[in-house]
């Protein structure tokens, strides 16, 4: 399970804007899977190339889901703050202190 | 207070049109703006008197609009592919320049996808693919193919910028909301590093399939019908490679002007341009190859209407454009780019020029002439693009202008964290090349 929550740095009202963005990319893609869905149904209705309609679909479809899924992973991997990064930062900004 | 602490960065040179807003942007920026307001009020026009004032006619349907969306699109391939395959390859010398690649695709992507819109004459009429579209049609094919290309080049160009956008956060620089809302809390943390690399790698695979096969989705709306100078099994990869073709030289001209208007010569140095204008050199070759296979094979099959439609194209009104083109796209950049002499800065920018021009011709000689010759016993017709044709295709170059301004005044044109990577890394690549190497008798022993 992710343990998904807002970075500390970044204020409430950005975060809304974040999440607000990447729920916009979920309907984007929604929106485009439904369109593309209703066009096979009308070729398969029409007998009209249903198999040229669905290979296009074939290919499309899983490309807008895996680029809106790769920015979903990014977004919530970046809010994601792991004690063992928290303390490798700051060694690493004593680190620099020192030298 | 930024400025200060930025001054101290040894790349500050990348962040210095950020911080520091010059007299001159802002008045390059008020006249490529006053342009871009008189050709949107020449497209009001359009819009009020409709396409009749367009040099368009019964029999050429398809005229400066149409050119300037296959440019455009063939253009945006300049960035995302090269900057995709550089980094797929580790080339090390890939480092200041994906950046401007990158936005070179998604600016133009832009305003290429927009042409056929403005080709309709009425743009509420595009509401009729969301509820009338059918699937069979190439043109539909070109809608789903580019939207994906743009969201895929849009992603690609947003993720590698996340670093550097907190960096600026962190620096204070204004629009601090704007930079705090794009770096997605990034603070450099191991775990957000590999996150990164790994999104960039599935990104990079991606998009390279993409973008070969946008452009071979727009030679179809062309090759699948029956048309003589159109139906032809080849244009798919002829397109792809026009498109590279063109896509270099654009980046090269991008990266010559801002290399000399922002002092970038300690980042883009002549070994870049040498990479890159060899490689120019090749796919002039290649654009030949494929230009001649496509007229050798048209004429000695002696097809009638291809004949007519080939010896238009080579003797007939639009020969200035053909014989330019071959000009422009071979001539100019085989004799620049094959001596040492003539291959400087400035012979690559002649050469890159060249090939833009070349390849917006070769648009213009694939799309207008077939469309000349008709078939059927009717008079050829001419085209000659009218002023409003003009203006928009000065939109066009105008909103490039404009839009690459504003990114460069708000975003570093260069990827200051991949350089500062490259740099913290070159143990690594001397580690990489070594392991490249044929294995000495003594390293054979060891093993």
Known sequence: ?99 | MAAEEFKNDPDYIIYKPIIEKGRGAYILGIVLVSVFLWTMYMYGTQLIRGLGITGLNSRISWGFYIVNFVFFIGISHAGTLISAILRLSKAEWRRPITRMAEVTTAIVLAIGGLHPIIDLGRPDRMLNIFFYGRLQSPLLWDVTAITCYFTASTVYLYLPMIPDIARMRDMGVRPHWLYSFLSWGWRGTPHQKKTLDRALSILMVLVIPIAISVHTVISFIFSMTLQPGWHSTIFGPYFVVGAIFSGIAALLVVMIIFRKVFHLEGYLKEVHFRYLSTLLLIMSFLWFYFTFSEYLTGIYGSEPNEMRTILYKFTGDYWPFFWGMVLCNFVIPVVILSFKKLKTIKGIFIASMAVIVGMWLERLNIIVPSLTIPRLNYTPQFYAPSLVEWALFLAGLTAFALAFLLFSKFFPIISVWEIKEGREEVMSVKERIDGYQPDTDIKREEK
């Open chain 1, 1 to 99: 399970m992710l343990n998904f929550h807002r970075d500390a740095g970044t204020p409430p009202y950005i975060f809304a804007m974040q999440i607000l963005s990447i729920s916009f990319i979920w309907v984007f893609v929604a929106g485009i899977t439904w369109w593309i869905v209703r066009l096979i149904v009308l070729s398969v209705n029409l007998h009209d190339a249903p198999d040229l309609s669905f290979i296009i679909s074939i290919v499309i479809i899983p490309i807008f889901f895996i680029l809106a899924g790769v920015l979903t992973y990014v977004f919530m991997n970046l809010q994601r703050n792991r004690p063992e990064d928290i303390d490798n930062k700051e060694g690493e900004n004593e680190a620099d202190e020192k030298m």
